[in-house]
């Protein structure tokens, strides 16, 4: 655990969940995080946040992503503020970018015609939804959008839908998918700048960066979202793009839930050029969570 528990007894992970959408709400104002703050219930029961000395401050949160909690807190909220508290705390002056790959035991992500939709249990789906709400931007493939037609919300927990980013360099996504007809969150199709004078499909918004040797520029693409105040950016899939953004050296963190499942075929997860030895790999430090039958690796690439 990050921080530490100065009290007895219980603050729920709903009121924790609660305190961490206030903070990111608020540190959507600042230009930069305050040294410290605090986490707290106004009279009428609205989670807020107050200076660190305010004598009814519930949890005391530190710049550097460290936490005290000043009254009792329940393992489910300690175990929240460790996992979610470094994203609620994004902003211009600390921009993160964090990737989720769901697989089985195999390093499978889906079937070969793409299957994946009970891969993973509801537990690690409700942690897709609160790093949705959490996040600016959420970014996934053209390939996800014709495999899935997912809607990319917030639906199933409360927090604010994040604009939604379509990676469709060839513009081969038709006007049928749900994220271009629901107009439930702005979305966002980025495209080859050669294509991006074509009207976009449905309600989307339809935006240019270069495109060479078969790939986006995805530092241009970052660029951009971070140019219009995305600042937390959430690379949601597929692999494919995952993979990319981590090959760019772009990902701050990398999430891998791996199911109880073995497929024996189908997609992999991560695929990255070919190493010689095993002390080429990528060995971040990282933290495992229990979500269920699902185990989540929360993996740091960089700070």
């Not at 005290?68 to 489910?76: D, G, L, M, T």
């Amino acid at each position: 655990m990050n921080g530490s528990i100065c009290a007895q007894s219980t603050l729920t992970g709903e009121a924790v969940w609660a305190l961490l959408l206030a903070l990111r709400q608020a540190r959507r104002q600042w230009e930069a995080i305050p040294e410290r703050l605090g986490l707290a219930f106004d009279p009428h029961g609205q989670a807020v946040v107050l200076s660190a000395a305010d004598p009814v401050t519930r949890i005391e949160v530190r710049a550097n992503g460290s936490w005290i909690a000043k009254v009792p807190i329940s393992p489910a909220g300690a175990e929240l503020l460790d996992l979610y508290l470094p994203i609620a705390l994004t902003c211009r002056t600390r921009p993160l970018i964090v990737a989720h790959l769901g697989q089985s035991l195999d390093g499978r992500i889906a079937t070969r015609e793409g299957a994946s939709r009970t891969l993973n249990g509801l537990e690690n789906l409700i942690h897709l939804h609160r790093l949705r709400a959490l996040c600016d931007a959420i970014i996934v493939g053209a390939s996800t959008v014709e495999c899935d037609n997912p809607q990319l919300t917030t639906r199933r927990i409360s927090g604010t839908n994040p604009v939604r980013v379509i990676l469709d360099p060839r513009r081969r996504l038709i006007a049928d998918y749900q994220v271009f007809q629901d107009q439930a969150a702005l979305t966002w199709l980025i495209c080859a700048e050669q294509k991006a004078a074509q009207r976009g499909p449905g309600h989307s918004r339809v935006i240019g960066v270069p495109y060479y040797n078969q790939r986006l520029d995805l530092p241009a693409v970052v660029q951009r979202l971070r140019d219009d105040g995305l600042f937390g950016i959430f690379v949601e899939g597929g692999g494919l793009t995952v993979s990319a953004f981590l090959e760019a050296g772009l990902l701050n963190r990398l999430q891998i839930a791996i199911a109880p499942l073995i497929i024996g075929s189908g997609r992999m997860g991560i695929a990255l050029p070919a190493i010689q030895d095993l002390s080429q790999g990528l060995r971040p430090r990282c933290r495992r969570y229990d979500m269920g039958e699902d185990v989540l690796f929360d993996c740091w690439l960089q700070d």
